[in-house]
């Protein structure tokens, strides 16, 4: 076998490991691909393509009043990455009351036939508040107190729950 790619990533698929397959260029992969169970309302995974999806914010309340946004996903599904390649989404948010913005994104990457993935999040915001109402009878402070958050969080896992480290600052 010859790796005619320009790229020279020519990957052979031999869970089997019956090889026979020696040639420069040529990655071998020899472990054995167990697919997700079906389900009876559940599509088949996606070994290909990729998809695009916008949402849209529509909330109100008493803190930020009526907050309105938009936001937009895209999924790169691989073969043999469960339930995809990776996904990036975004999203940005305008809150009346507080006359502020939220923006968050997210990147999410899964490894080929292995349940490790990788996850990094990050979000910028006016309009987290806070409500404080003093310290005891007689003394009164402000209702809402008014922040800028930004946060970012890195998370990544084997075989066990997702692990998250989160760590940002406000001011």
């Known amino acids: 076998m010859t790796d005619s790619s320009r790229e020279g990533g020519t990957k052979v ?8 397959v020696t ?15 079906p389900t009876m309302f559940a599509l088949p995974p996606r070994d290909w393509g990729s998809r695009r999806l916008w949402s849209s914010v529509l ?20 073969f043999r990455r469960n339930p995809f390649a990776y996904r990036w989404s975004t999203s940005l948010a305008f809150a009346t009351k507080l006359q502020n913005f939220r923006f968050s994104a997210a990147y999410d990457v899964t490894r080929e036939n292995s ?12 309009i987290e508040s806070m409500n404080f109402y003093g310290y005891g009878v007689g003394l009164w402070i402000a209702p809402l107190i ?5 946060s970012l969080a890195v998370a990544g896992s084997d075989e066990g729950p997702r692990v998250y480290f989160r760590f940002g600052f406000g001011f």
């Open 13 to 20: 698929y031999d869970s089997r490991k019956q090889g026979g």
């Open 23 to 37: 040639a420069r260029g040529v990655k071998l992969d020899q472990k054995p691909y167990t697919p997700p169970k």
């Open 59 to 78: 909330d109100v309340n008493g803190d930020v009043g009526l907050l309105l946004g938009v936001g937009v996903s895209r999924e790169r599904y691989g």
């Open 115 to 126: 349940k490790i993935f990788g996850s990094v999040e990050f979000l910028l915001s006016g």
């Open 146 to 150: 008014r922040q800028l958050t930004m």
